[in-house]
């Protein structure tokens, strides 16, 4: 048997020189593991290479075994009868596999069977992780040198000194010789750690890396173990491919092994001449500076380089009597952002049902209109300002809803629309009410999305800290909806003087026009999402962060209530309870007295 195959192996993920496998294989009665039972338990605990323990045991099935199973596995109903039970043994089993990679050959047999266990006697299955001898064979073997994957065929393609024959502890001895070969060649495919194995054998069907995959490794040579971005650059310096990684170098070596299957990543690879990184203090900052370095570069391999920062909003029209019209540049009262034209035209005709505004395209001059009436009016649906039968004093209420529907001041148009689908509900028209429910529905969130962005983009200053799950903490500092400053304060060291100094030698950001005062969208999601998961505390924040009593956010409930409805063949509208209130005060956002950061 080879020893210790994998000692030569670099440091990348988990080395597999030390990880511990649990070579498994169970005998049942039949190929069901809801409908049969385990007769035979063989397991074998390697590690770099050699066995450290073995585990092997009959197991009384409480049926008798099919005869055509006995005459496959040797094992018959009176060799079993005074076996040990299967409650008796699977939490044996359990603890010899506990913190250990399961193995098996066609291992969604054999972890099925142990999952069904489980479940049936009342275990919590451990969820380990799960590699196929099979299916890595695949991966690794050429069809060529070895047609079948089959246990017997495999062992005797590589010369085991072990011959399976249908018994759990013979045959997962077998599987471990065959495992140690297996190992042997995934150093010539990049396979490094345990976590490129496991990727290798999910995609059975990986070709090997490419000869210029190979060639290209010594790139990630000088690339630090630390958070950060990489930029993948071509011939002429120019930048093809941008991605984050909490570890930079694993990252970039994982793409010169065999786990890497994209074709135009692959191809990226090929026309790379050397990998930039900027070392980040954590994944935040790499997050943001991903997203800047996609816009400013553009490199033709990242998907969203098609449009970065591409955004599409709802705002009226600069004239005597405005329209809702879909702009690319936001400006006051826009509303927004959304991810593609078509979605913001749909995002007007929904808010058209909230807000008198008029429907038409045409420009109507502020003096003596004189056009001809349109439906919509004969329809009793717009007052007809075209012909002059609206003045702008009378046009204007429209104007000051929509503004103060968009920025939280007013939510009456949303109220005016429950109140449509719960009348419709109760005239027992559930498709219409069903329609206008749905409607609604997606204009709170679009509302509710809108009004998150722009608070979080209008406060001046916010400096946040997230435990970094080691005693320490990852400090930022944001202003108007762009990180400024970013940095950590590891367990043992004081964080406010850190704070205090990023705070001195922050970016100075002056607010721009519109709703984000000139953010990206896509940084200010990002920001917006950190400040508000992962047990973030805010140090600092000026102005208060508070969200508008009348604003969306008041009827999350609601929303969240008609979506889980909207597959429903009713459509009652939710509650009054959960409409929001007009009279509640206005609803914080997260904590913003001074965090505590020990």
């Known amino acids: 048997m080879p020893s210790d195959p994998q000692l030569s192996f670099d440091e990348l993920g988990t080395p597999l020189r030390e990880v511990t ?18 007769t035979e338990v063989g397991a074998v605990k390697v590690r770099g290479g050699e066995r450290v323990g073995e585990l092997g045991t009959l197991v009384d099935p409480g049926i008798a075994i099919p005869p055509d199973i006995a005459r496959l596995t040797g094992i018959t109903t009176s060799m079993v009868g005074a076996a040990p039970p299967l409650p008796a043994v699977l939490p044996s089993v359990l603890e010899f596999l506990s913190g250990s990679v399961l193995v098996a050959h066609n291992a969604p047999f054999d972890a099925g069977f142990l999952r069904a266990a489980c479940e049936q006697l009342g275990h919590a299955w451990p969820r380990p992780p799960v590699l196929c001898t099979a299916r890595l064979a695949r991966a690794v073997l050429p069809r060529s040198e070895c047609p079948s994957v089959r246990l017997g065929a495999l062992a005797a393609h590589f010369g085991c000194a072990t011959e399976p024959n249908h018994r759990a502890l013979t045959d997962a001895r077998a599987t471990v010789e065959v495992l140690h070969h297996l190992l042997e060649r995934i150093g010539n495919l990049g396979v490094q750690s345990l976590e490129e194995l496991l990727s290798l054998a999910r995609t059975a069907s990986a070709h090997r890396p490419t000869q210029r995959q190979r060639q290209q490794r010594h790139l990630a040579r000088d690339v630090p173990s630390a958070p950060g971005v990489y930029l993948f650059r071509g011939t002429g310096d120019e930048v093809l491919y941008v991605g984050t990684s909490g570890d930079l170098h694993r990252r970039v070596r994982s793409y010169f092994t065999a786990g890497e299957r994209r074709r135009r990543i692959r191809d990226m690879v090929a026309q790379a001449q050397r990998v930039d990184t900027v070392v980040c203090a954590h994944a935040l900052e790499a997050g943001v500076r991903e997203l800047r370095l996609i816009s400013a570069h553009r490199p033709r391999y990242n998907r969203r380089s098609r449009n970065p920062g591409r955004a599409w909003w709802v705002a009226p029209t600069a004239e005597a009597f405005p329209r809702l019209s879909v702009v ?30 008029r429907r038409c395209s045409q420009r109507i001059p502020a003096r003596d209109p004189s056009a001809s009436p349109c439906a919509l009016h004969e329809l009793g649906h717009c007052a007809a300002p075209c012909a002059g039968h609206q003045g702008i004093d009378e046009y204007a209420p429209a104007v000051h809803a929509w503004h103060d529907l968009v920025s939280g001041a007013d939510d009456t148009p949303l109220r005016t629309l429950a109140a449509t689908v719960a009348q419709r509900s109760a005239d027992e028209r559930y498709e219409s009410a069903a329609r206008a429910r749905d409607r609604l529905a997606g204009l709170v969130g679009g509302l509710d999305r809108a009004q998150t962005l722009a608070t979080v983009a209008a406060l001046e200053e916010v400096v946040g800290a997230r435990p970094d799950g080691r005693g320490g903490w990852e400090l930022a500092v944001l202003r108007f909806g762009r990180l400024a400053a970013a940095g950590v304060a590891p367990r043992g060291v004081r964080p406010m003087p850190v704070v205090e100094s990023l705070r001195t030698g922050a970016q100075t950001v002056l607010p721009g026009p519109g709703p984000l005062r000139g953010a990206p969208p896509e940084e200010v999601r990002l920001l917006y999402r950190w400040l508000t998961t992962g047990g973030t505390r805010l140090v600092r924040c000026d102005p208060s962060w508070a969200e508008p009593a009348r604003g969306a956010g008041s009827w999350r409930e609601w929303a969240e209530t008609a979506r889980a409805a909207a597959g429903s063949d009713g459509a009652a509208a939710p509650s009054e309870r959960s409409l929001g209130g007009s009279e509640e005060r206005p609803a914080t956002g997260p904590d913003v007295s001074r965090a505590r950061l020990h």
């Open 21 to 38: 496998f649990a070579v498994l294989d169970l005998e049942t009665t039949g190929g069901s593991a809801r409908l049969h039972a385990i």
């Open 328 to 357: 690319a540049t936001p400006r006051e009262g826009a509303l927004g952002p959304f991810a593609s034209q078509r979605v913001a035209s749909d995002a007007v005709d929904v808010a058209l049902d909230a807000v008198a505004l």
